[in-house]
């Protein structure tokens, strides 16, 4: 089975920057396209970004704004995300996930991870 397993998540101050982890085993990593969502309390989960294995497809969410980053390393089996310029909205549980585009659209498989808690103060 696929397992995933964020990491990285904590409490930082409006500005500040933290680099997301996840780390994926029991699947063909390689060949699998990558993303990342967000579930902030009481919201519904809400798409961040996505990666191509050979990372030549990237997308991003509409609230992003150029303040992430997603990349991977497809011989360790990692993904990761940057995140800068944090704001108290982007307070949320962060999951990473393994999908699939197409026709250039990210759509999410049923394989989630725990998650990792971010949270911006002000």
């Known amino acids: 089975q696929v397992q995933l397993e964020e990491s990285g998540g904590g409490l930082v101050q409006a500005g500040e920057s933290l680099r997301l982890s996840c780390s994926v085993s029991?699947?063909?990593?390689?060949?699998?396209?990558m993303g990342w969502y967000r579930q902030a309390a009481g919201k519904q989960r809400e798409f961040v970004a996505a990666?191509?294995?050979?990372?030549?497809?990237?997308r991003y969410g509409d609230s992003m704004e150029g303040r992430f980053t997603i990349s991977r390393d497809n011989v360790i089996g990692m993904v990761y995300l940057q995140l800068t310029s944090l704001k108290p909205e982007d307070t949320a549980v962060y999951y990473c996930?393994?999908?699939?585009?197409?026709?250039?659209?990210?759509?999410?498989?049923?394989?989630w991870g725990q998650g990792t808690q971010v949270t911006v103060s002000s």
């Open positions: 990666i191509s294995p050979g990372g030549y497809m990237i």
């Open positions: 996930n393994t999908g699939g585009f197409r026709d250039g659209t990210y759509y999410p498989s049923n394989d």
């Open positions: 029991g699947t063909r990593y390689s060949a699998e396209d």
